[in-house]
């Protein structure tokens, strides 16, 4: 025989035999195994519970936020109402997006007008200045809806300042107040950019601007500007400043104590723009509705920016618009 060891199946005397505690210790293992394989699956489960109740409501908040912005929050059409003084507030740049904007003044006037119940217009400036073709845009509408409404007066009424396109509105009013210390004037045009040739020069960069029109690159801060360029250009803002002088000598008529540096771009106080023509006496909104409009209830018919506006003009357009100020410097056209 061979003295090779063969593997033999335990004999049921053996197994017999055996001690009882290793059939326990089997038996326990696998309850364990059994039991992490159960946790582990509720705790799954769990999870994926909580996954999908944070979409849901993820998706309920982006729900709530569409249907909230596209609800108009802003301004609605002011209730006709007994005798009153009609108020428009702009504060700030006459741009567009502002409370400057032609998009919300005219709005504004339209309703003011229409409702039967305002004896006259207040608007209420606090402007620097800002675009040429917004606050045109707004004068041109005071001066049709001055003939559509002939016996419903547009006063304005100058809080800290009214320069430049402030003043490009204001000169279509019946009357211009003002307090003695408000600055008046700045009847002028710029246009403001930068030029970074010199620097690029001793920094050793070249500018590769390629275009099609060789005026196509006009005004681009890296590149040199000709003189045919500055001629054109200054051509461009004698013009605008022209429209901007016969604005305020069709509006102040024969008011206007014209001098050699009244249309030069210096701005004055309230008392000598009064002495000047510029503006017709002192007062503030609550003085000219009482005194002057004979209508001291005022109602505001601004247009105002809902709160959804305002949000995302906070988070999203400005964070935009400072990117881009940021990152390029275009030439601007300005009434300040």
């Given amino acids: 025989m061979s003295n090779d060891n063969f593997d033999m199946p335990p004999s049921p005397a053996a197994e017999a035999a055996s001690p009882p505690s290793a059939g326990i210790k089997k038996e326990g293992w696998e309850r364990d195994v059994l039991e992490k394989l159960a946790f582990a699956t509720l705790a799954e489960q769990r999870a994926q519970r909580r996954w999908n109740i944070f979409f849901k409501l993820l998706t309920l908040a982006l729900i709530v936020v569409g249907v909230w912005i596209a609800i108009d929050w802003g301004n609605k059409d002011v209730e006709l109402s007994g005798p009153h003084t009609a108020l428009i507030e702009i504060d700030g740049a006459i741009e567009g997006g502002a409370s400057g904007s032609a998009e919300a003044v005219i709005p504004a006037l339209g309703r003011a007008y229409a409702d039967a119940g305002s004896r006259g ?27 559509i409404y002939p016996n419903k007066p547009l006063y304005v009424v100058v809080d800290e300042i ?17 307090n003695k210390a408000s600055i008046i004037g700045s009847i ?46 200054q051509d461009m803002l004698n013009e605008i400043h022209q429209q901007f002088i016969e604005v305020v000598r069709s509006g102040r008529g024969k008011r206007l104590k014209e001098t050699p540096e009244m249309f030069s771009g210096l701005f004055w106080t309230g008392t000598k723009a009064v002495e000047m023509g510029l503006a017709d006496g002192f007062g503030t909104v609550d003085t000219v509705a009482r005194d002057v409009l004979k209508a001291e209830d005022i109602i505001d018919y601004t247009t105002h920016e809902g709160l959804s506006e305002r949000v995302l003009k906070k988070f999203g357009a400005a964070m935009g618009a400072g990117a881009a100020k940021a990152l390029t410097n275009e030439a601007r056209l300005n009434l300040r």
């Fill in 162 to 178: 009214c320069a430049s396109g402030g003043y490009y509105i204001a000169a279509a009013a019946e009357r211009i107040y003002v």
């Fill in 121 to 147: 217009i207040i608007l209420h400036i606090n402007s620097p200045g800002g675009s040429p073709v917004q606050a045109g845009m707004i004068n041109d509408e005071i001066m049709r809806l001055r003939k």
């Fill in 188 to 233: 002028g045009v710029l246009m403001d950019g930068f030029g970074f040739t010199g620097l690029m020069d001793k920094a050793g960069v070249e500018r590769r601007l390629m275009t099609a029109g060789e005026n196509k690159g006009f005004m681009d801060p890296f590149s040199p500007q000709t003189s045919k360029q500055k001629a054109f250009a």
